[in-house]
């Protein structure tokens, strides 16, 4: 009977660590009490991959990357989910002796061989992967599409609930219905979508989920199936299903693995019926701190020169969807103490901070923007956050209060920083008024991050870069420059996750002074450009350079 060899010596003889390294290992592990694996993991001298290759070695099976390693989708059909999740483990193909080759984080658990070999009537061929890896791969690949089609199907049967209310009540508490529902927010929320659309169409319900800022359709299903959806979801929002004629809003909970997030609904008549989009607000978004927006060290030092102030006004601007009021929670996040009384003013409130005093706008009861900022400065408040300035009045009494010892944080659509100056003049508001309460403006955009997994580096046209405006000083060689390529880790895109480019522009005595000149937007933005502000594509570009961008986005992102 042949010996296996030791862990340990197994790693020297590969050359994967040293001779005193192991010992340092053996001597931590008699501390610990930890195996000599683990020993070497935790004290740094090895990764988890490596260790799991190893181990696979020792035990004569294969180790797999799955972030590199193909996956055949028809070879993840054959387990259930369930099966998926619960061993840890998924089917990543079928071997040349037609075995289904499983992807497992313990190939020693051989009552999960056994099912799959049930299951599916085939042998299988256990590999080893990481146990981190293979759950990233589930949520990938053992998604909730073939189950949503299943039950579309068993749903599309009910199609005179379409119109008639007196069935509603009981469609959506029909288990297919529930289960739709939920399965979709599910799987939203897994693909770390942002928003759910719901659109009903002449002949079919699109379903389409925006992710990293793009909309991405995710099904069709037949249009008997809309009433009982929107009527489910309506409930669930706690809104009235019987008025169909006029938008309306609600918000809803639900738990995902653990984490409770919230779902702003909204509702909207289209010809063919209602569109339904629902905003994905993740509680941990609010508890953002500012390092983890990308500021480069420039702008968060300008910017935060304005929010340590005990007064003045502070604007983000930018688009719907641009990140203004993430922004604004991460700053709240600094200022709010204990000893400071915060209050906010938003519609909706998005996300429910602790400690700090928020109020919802009404306009039904007669609480708008302002009444509510003029109801805040009674109760004695230190700083004021005013989710959007929409009006002259609102714009008025924001202004006051930022005068009056007040530190005001709030929104502002417009396109660059400079043109928030211009923007508060033409609201009505005193030019010498706005160069005094405004102390900083950040315009701010998201572009998509390149997936790390897959970006690929290339030295791009010097042509093509000056035809952009891509700054290359006098003689500089061309950068290298990363591009998005697609892997499976990123859903073929070449892009995972979101990043923020900025422009911050103090309000110095030069700007102060346009801004009482009746200066153009175009005139304050040469100045303060002048005085160091860097524009949006400026940032862009520092971004594209560090590799965690590409050209293409910047152009897409910013005009």
Known sequence: MRTRTRLGDLLVQQGVITPEQLSDALAHQQVTGERVGQALVSTGVLTEAQLVATLATQVGLSFVDL???????????????????????????????????????????VVAVDDIRSITGLDVQPVVATRDDLRTAIERFCRADADLDDLTTAMHADAEVEEDLSLVAAAVEDAPIVRYVNLLIDQAITDRASDIHIEPGEHELRVRFRIDGVLHEVMRSPRSIQSGVTSRLKIMADIDIAERR???????????????????????????????????????????????????????????????????????????????????????????????????????????????????????????????????????????????????????????????????????????????????????????LVGSALDCVLAQRLARRLCDRCKEAYRPDEAHLQTLGFPLAPGEAVPVL?????????????????????????????????????????????????????????DGWGKVRAGLTSVEEIVRVVA
């Open 67 to 109: 972030g590199e390693h193909p996956v055949d989708p028809s070879a993840v059909a054959r387990v259930p989910a369930a099966l998926c999740r619960r061993s840890t483990l998924l089917p990543i193909g079928l071997d040349a002796e037609r075995r289904l080759v499983v992807a497992m984080a313990d190939p020693g658990d």
């Open 246 to 432: 006029k938008p309306q809003d609600g918000r809803l909970s639900v738990v995902h693995h653990g984490r409770k997030i919230d779902l702003r609904v909204a509702t909207l008549p289209t010809v063919w019926g209602e569109k339904v989009v629902m905003r994905i607000l993740d509680n941990s978004t609010a508890s953002l701190d500012l390092a983890d927006l990308g500021f480069s060290e420039s702008n968060h030092a300008r910017y935060a020169t304005s929010y340590r102030k005990p007064y003045g006004m502070l604007l983000v601007t930018g688009p719907t969807g641009s990140g203004k009021s993430t922004t604004l929670y991460a700053t709240l996040n600094i200022v709010s103490k204990p000893e400071i009384n915060v209050i906010t003013v938003e519609d909706p409130v998005e996300y429910r901070l602790p400690g700090i005093n928020q109020v919802q706008v009404n306009p039904k009861a007669g609480l708008t923007f302002a009444g509510a900022l003029r109801s805040i400065l009674r109760s004695d408040p230190d700083v004021v956050l005013l989710g959007e300035i929409r009006d002259k009045e609102t714009a008025t009494i924001a202004v006051e209060a930022a005068l009056t010892g007040h530190l005001v944080l709030s929104t502002l659509h417009t396109n660059d920083a400079p043109s928030a100056v211009t923007r508060l003049t033409e609201m009505g508001i005193e030019p010498f």
């Open 482 to 538: 990363h591009r998005a390529v697609g892997c499976p880790a990123c859903s073929k895109t070449g892009y995972k996750g979101r990043l923020a480019l900025h422009e911050v522009m103090s309000v110095t005595e030069e700007v102060e002074r346009l801004a009482v000149s009746h200066a153009s937007a175009s005139e304050i933005g040469r100045t303060a450009r002048a005085q160091g502000m860097g524009s949006l594509r400026d």
